[in-house]
């Protein structure tokens, strides 16, 4: 396996492997700030590499914020590594999250953020959203950067097959072909409204953990395909229940 990386928008980097065995490949973002703040650790296995990728762009025991969409092994499964490697990071997390696992998980106690809460990191600005259940996770959070406009989506528009760094081909299509085969979406009344309220944010691209990161050409793009993605799951809902 190998890490490639990106610079999908000012001061925001990709790092993707493909994982041929999942199918899939699996993505951590770094902001570039006066306050670095990487978003999902990659599992532990995997910590070297993500670790070597980097430290291509920074040094890593600099990193000040560490952040994911949810606690599982590949978006949180290296958090205290990384946590041992920069003595000045610190967790940051919904409080559903930090009550439930990570006051007990992480090494260092976590930054608890409310709902809509806005992180300075210094050149840019992450706005905590939380998003119970969307895609799967009860402490399932999104991150907006506000200077870029980019919405980090976690599991969101999870695509199958490795893919390139960005897109502005239709994400939908590729989401629901993967929903068929994983049913890794919590489907509840909820989603939909979720992921619209997402919508609203307006954002130019979406930076996806499972696929590439949607850079639209036409305004609007961005929230169009969040919008679709929610029509899909609410199609879903109704056979479902």
Not at 8 to 19: E, L, M, N, P
Not at 214 to 235: I, K, N
């Amino acid at each position: 396996m190998k890490t490639t990386h990106a610079e999908i928008a000012d001061g925001i980097h990709r790092f993707a492997t493909f994982v041929p065995d999942a199918g899939i490949p699996f993505c951590q973002f770094l902001i570039e700030a006066d306050e670095p703040l990487l978003y999902h650790t990659g599992h532990r296995r995997m910590f070297p590499l993500v670790q070597d990728a980097v430290s291509r762009v920074i040094d890593p025991t600099t990193l000040r914020w560490i952040a994911f969409g949810h606690l599982e092994a590949d978006e949180s499964g290296s958090m205290n590594d990384w946590l041992a490697l920069a003595p000045r990071a610190q967790v940051a997390h919904g409080a559903l999250g930090a009550m439930v696992s990570l006051d007990d998980l992480a090494d260092r106690p976590p930054r608890v953020l409310s709902d809509g809460e806005v992180l300075e990191l210094g050149g840019k600005r992450v706005r905590h959203i939380d998003t119970p259940h969307v895609p799967h996770g009860w402490d399932a959070r999104a991150l907006y950067e506000e200077t870029t406009g980019t919405l980090f989506c976690g599991d969101l528009f999870t695509a199958i097959g490795d893919a390139p760094a960005t897109t502005d081909d239709d994400l939908v299509g590729p989401a629901a072909a993967a929903e068929d085969v994983f049913g890794a979406t919590s489907l509840t009344p909820l989603t939909a409204p979720t992921i619209r309220r997402l919508a609203d944010l307006a954002p130019t691209r979406l930076a996806l953990m499972h696929g590439p990161t949607f850079v639209g050409s036409e305004p609007g793009a961005a929230a169009a395909q969040l919008r679709s993605l929610a029509d899909d799951y609410e199609r879903r809902l109704t056979p479902a229940a």
